[in-house]
Nanobody
Framework: EVQLQASGGGLVQAGGSLRLSCAVSGFTFGDYAMAWFRQAPGKEREAVSRINPRDGSTFYADSVKGRFTISSDNAEKTVYLQMNSLKPEDTAVYYC??????????????????WGQGTQVTVSS
């Protein structure tokens, strides 16, 4: 069974940090691009970051560039999103997702094959 288990969300004050984790099972980790999306109430789901676990190449949305860092631990089959200098506008449900193949360029949600359950991130002002 394919599982993407997201964790690490919570409530934090503006300027604080959180680290999200996504533990993967049920598919070959290195064959898929791994991404974090977020969705706030009334807004479109947007790509936050993406990583190719094979070569470490990354993508970041302009809104998080310089504040968030995506990484992967291939041995543990886990993807992380380190979020620093959090802002109230970062408040959303954050979803871990996987797309085939690992070097896929798209950040459109429709192309992502597997999704985690989401973890809530709330940043207070």
């Amino acid at each position: 069974e394919v599982q993407l288990q997201a964790s690490g969300g919570g409530l934090v004050q503006a300027g604080g940090s959180l680290r999200l984790s996504c533990a993967v099972s049920g598919f070959t980790f290195g064959d898929y691009a791994m991404a974090w999306f977020r969705q706030a109430p009334g807004k479109e789901r947007e790509a936050v970051s993406r990583i190719n676990p094979r070569d470490g190449s990354t993508f970041y949305a302009d809104s998080v560039k310089g504040r968030f860092t995506i990484s992967s631990d291939n041995a543990e089959k886990t993807v992380y999103l380190q979020m620093n200098s959090l802002k109230p506008e970062d408040t959303a449900v954050y979803y871990c997702a996987a797309a085939f193949p690992a070097n896929i360029a798209t950040i459109k949600p429709v192309f992502y094959d597997y999704w985690g359950q989401g973890t809530q991130v709330t940043v207070s002002s």
